[in-house]
């Protein structure tokens, strides 16, 4: 597709569930990024891929938060054991060339998690 | 600790008003300076600024940087209802590969 896409664009799940929520960048971008955006507040950084190589994961804010992308494409962002300081929105950016910050990112629809 | 700040945090003004809006960083080895729109979907890029006193333009949109005392500001011209949106600043270091934003700037523009 021509943007960044990203799936479901909502889930709702009960505290305790595990969640995967997918995104599917630009093709051909080196460089995937996962954001957390809380209500009322900026993005925050949780991980980037360099192709299948993640090389940052150091925004993820515990052990119950995993990201990957296997083939250097679609990448996956889990959270297992949910709780409901994890509501938010989840945003995933992909930019043309490695290091991210010397080309702009692009930027999904973002997934809204809500934790009941 | 990178940090942006944004200001104001929200603005409400008449189509056809000009507003500026602020942005302010600290980072650490500082690379870009980019401006995002945020409806209610995406945030979409606007401009990515690298060096000083360049003024960036797009339609009604500007923007400048200045290196020396770590600022942005974005600004429209004829507002029109369609400009209202959250405006994202956002800045990139050499340091990281991520991009640290600000919490936004809430734009309301009357008919």
């Known amino acids: 597709g021509a943007g960044v896409s990203q799936s479901p664009r909502y889930k709702v799940a009960k505290r305790g569930q595990d969640v995967a929520l997918r995104c599917d960048p630009i093709s051909g971008h080196v460089s995937l990024f996962w954001y957390q955006q809380a209500l009322g507040q900026g993005p925050e950084f949780l991980t980037y891929f360099q192709n299948e190589a993640q090389l940052d994961k150091s925004g993820l804010p515990s052990d119950r938060f995993f990201a990957e992308r296997p083939e250097g494409s679609v990448s996956t962002l889990k959270i297992q054991r949910t709780q409901q300081e994890d509501s938010a929105v989840y945003l995933c950016?992909?930019?043309?060339?490695?290091?991210?910050?010397?080309?702009?990112?692009?930027f999904g629809d973002g997934t809204r998690l809500s934790i009941l | 600790e990178d940090k942006v700040v944004q200001s104001p945090l929200s603005l409400v003004v008449h189509e056809g008003d000009t507003v500026t809006l602020n942005c302010s960083y600290e980072?650490?080895?500082?690379?870009?300076l980019l401006w995002y729109k945020q409806e209610k979907k995406a945030p979409t890029f606007l401009f990515m600024l690298t060096s000083s006193g360049i003024e960036k333009k797009s339609g009604r949109l500007s923007s400048i940087l200045d290196k020396k005392e770590l600022f942005s500001i974005l600004n429209i011209t004829a507002t029109q209802t369609g400009d209202s949106a959250i405006y994202l600043c956002?800045?990139?270091?050499?340091?990281?590969?991520?991009?640290?934003f600000g919490g936004g700037t809430r734009l309301m523009v009357k008919p």
């Open positions: 956002a800045v990139g270091s050499n340091a990281g590969n991520m991009l640290t």
């Open positions: 980072v650490t080895n500082f690379r870009s």
């Open positions: 950016a992909s930019s043309t060339g490695p290091g991210g910050i010397g080309q702009p990112q692009h």
